[in-house]
């Protein structure tokens, strides 16, 4: 869990308990755990219900002995702003049972289902994967979370995924205008059901950070710098894939940048994205990871998944239409960019320009400008520059790094114009060799060929006389596939490092 988050979920619950009177506080601390809370002072008492809450005080079974409870009126909105709180820091969640010592991990739906059925008391707040419940006919108290989106001038939330569902929820203009929401807004908010339609009553998160608790950026006006920081890829070098140690070893993965892998048709693009979104999954940097996957095979789409975080990965197959796939590409990218202006680190990967690209030029979008080679259209030419030109590097934190798939050598004259147009733009091309991919040897990364802008400043003074002794005596002397099997073998960078100068 994130320090930091627990503890400003500490501080917001402090102030926001504090409001509530003396008598109310009791029940609440009686139904969590806290032991004798009749005896305690009031501040004594807030402290109390956060320790229990934040895991750091054991919670105790209420004793049934002694007379009864004079006052046990409960105030639902105790619960519902705790709730509030756990979704803007914790996510949702309840606190893992292992940081909360050997005390029973506390869940609020079974605090509500132990006062009882009486309507004036009963107050449900739900998890969002727990069945749903209505406390009336026509509110529905499930915290709902999706993306925003404008479609026919009609402000919405979609599932992360982008996939069809029967319950988007409506945002007004009000509330927009409110909140200064923008399309590609995470959402997290309660619904009232209106007119057989559910109608955003009031906004919980936007980002994942609490509203009010932060000030908006703007993607397009905020500053940029070159790409100055390498992503970590290792944990344990002795546990990590061939394809982690390549990256963290030889090649400058940098936040901010635009990447293109390049390669012939089947010599292993796919394949290679796969095993890099694995790598980032497991790096200690913990950047947001995005997929996208343009008109796939089903095979494809249900490997990925496997891997990928179901809310961050969001595809079309072949039988979608080109409008459908234009909308999910854009779609993703507009999350990764509200992300990347809050401060975080995102990685957008695509598979691929070329299959985006064929879609853009089906679509009305693409028509009215001039026919390049191949019936290629101009703006389709633009759209992809456009959209590869989103990652960027920011000045005050954050960033959007965009990585995907460009196919090389097909013999079809559209392919090279995009592959000529993205690689003016990109400052990283992963360019993948043909013979080690024919002979199963992956990852298939032809070295030579590789190149990054600002190499020389994102690289240490070792590794860079370790990369000009690769270029200059040892791939020319044994060669790519043995280079390949050096690496993985190697447990760790000093034993890579030894066998280098040893063969």
């Known amino acids: 869990m994130n320090e930091s988050n627990l503890m400003r979920f500490k501080y917001e619950s402090r102030q926001f308990?504090?409001?509530?009177?003396?008598?109310?506080?009791?029940?609440?601390a009686r139904k969590i755990g806290v032991d004798v809370p009749t005896k305690k002072n009031k501040d004594t008492l807030v402290e109390e219900i956060v320790a229990v809450l934040s895991g750091e005080l054991e919670a105790v079974v209420p004793s049934k002995r002694g007379a009864p409870v004079?006052?046990?009126?409960?105030?639902?909105?105790?619960?519902?702003?705790?709730?509030?709180?756990?979704?803007?820091y914790l996510g949702g969640q309840?606190?893992?049972?292992?940081?909360?010592?050997?005390?029973?991990q506390y869940n609020v739906l079974?605090?509500?289902n132990e006062l009882g059925n009486k309507e004036e008391n009963v107050f449900r707040v739900q998890d969002p994967n727990a069945p749903k419940f209505d406390l009336e006919k026509q509110f529905d108290y499930t915290i709902y979370r999706g993306q925003l989106v404008t479609l026919n001038e009609v402000s919405l939330l979609l599932p992360l995924n982008c996939m069809d569902s029967a319950e988007k929820i409506i945002i007004s203009d009000e509330l927009k205008q409110e909140f200064s929401l923008r399309d590609g807004d995470l959402i997290s908010c309660h619904a009232q059901k209106s007119s057989s339609v559910l109608?955003?009553?009031?906004?919980?998160?936007?980002?994942?950070?609490?509203?009010?608790?932060?000030?908006?950026?703007?993607?397009?006006?905020?500053?940029?710098?070159?790409?100055?920081?390498?992503?970590?890829?290792?944990?344990?070098?002795?546990?990590?894939?061939?394809?982690?140690?390549?990256?963290?070893?030889?090649?400058?993965?940098?936040?901010?940048?635009?990447?293109c892998v390049s390669a012939s048709p089947k010599m292993g693009k796919t394949g290679f994205l796969f095993e890099t979104i694995q790598a980032f999954s497991k790096s200690p940097d913990n950047p947001t990871v995005l997929t996208l996957l343009i008109d796939q095979s089903p095979e494809v789409v249900s490997r990925f998944r496997k891997i990928c975080d179901k809310e961050n990965f969001v595809y079309t197959t072949y039988d979608d239409d080109p409008d459908r796939q234009v909308f999910v590409a854009d779609f993703i990218l507009k999350r990764a960019k509200r992300l990347a202006e809050s401060g975080r680190d995102v990685v957008l990967i695509v598979d691929s320009f070329n299959a985006l690209a064929r879609a853009y030029n089906d679509t009305d979008?693409?028509?009215?400008?001039?026919?390049?080679?191949?019936?290629?259209?101009?703006?389709?030419?633009?759209?992809?520059?456009?959209?590869l030109g989103a990652a960027r590097c920011f000045e005050k934190g954050g960033s959007l790094m965009i990585l995907g798939a460009v196919s090389v050598g097909t013999g079809n004259p559209v392919d090279e114009v995009i592959y000529s147009e993205l690689s003016t733009i990109s400052n990283l091309e992963?360019?993948?060799?043909?013979?080690?991919?024919?002979?199963?040897?992956?990852?298939?990364?032809?070295?030579?060929?590789?190149?990054?802008?600002?190499?020389?400043?994102?690289?240490?003074?070792?590794?860079?006389?370790?990369?000009?002794?690769?270029?200059?005596?040892?791939?020319?002397?044994?060669?790519?596939?043995?280079?390949?099997?050096?690496?993985?073998?190697?447990?760790?960078?000093?034993?890579?490092i030894k066998r280098l100068k040893t063969e």
Not at 70 to 88: A, Q, T
Not at 232 to 253: D, G, H
């Open 365 to 387: 979008e693409s028509s009215g400008g001039k026919t390049l080679v191949g019936g290629l259209e101009s703006k389709t030419v633009h759209y992809l520059k456009k959209y």
């Open 94 to 104: 309840a606190i893992p049972a292992e940081t909360k010592g050997k005390g029973p």
């Open 110 to 112: 079974e605090m509500f």
């Open 199 to 259: 109608v955003a009553k009031d906004i919980l998160t936007i980002n994942d950070l609490v509203v009010g608790s932060f000030t908006r950026r703007d993607f397009e006006e905020e500053d940029v710098c070159f790409p100055k920081e390498k992503f970590n890829f290792i944990r344990n070098e002795e546990e990590c894939s061939v394809t982690a140690k390549y990256m963290q070893w030889l090649l400058p993965i940098a936040k901010g940048q635009r990447g």
């Open 430 to 496: 992963i360019v993948l060799s043909d013979s080690l991919a024919l002979k199963r040897i992956y990852p298939a990364i032809d070295f030579q060929a590789t190149r990054a802008q600002e190499w020389d400043c994102l690289m240490e003074e070792d590794r860079k006389q370790v990369e000009r002794y690769l270029r200059e005596v040892y791939l020319p002397k044994h060669g790519e596939e043995q280079f390949i099997k050096t690496i993985s073998s190697s447990r760790n960078y000093e034993q890579f």
């Open 17 to 28: 308990l504090a409001q509530f009177s003396h008598s109310s506080l009791r029940v609440y």
């Open 70 to 88: 004079k006052n046990d009126y409960f105030d639902p909105k105790i619960s519902v702003g705790i709730e509030r709180l756990k979704v803007s």
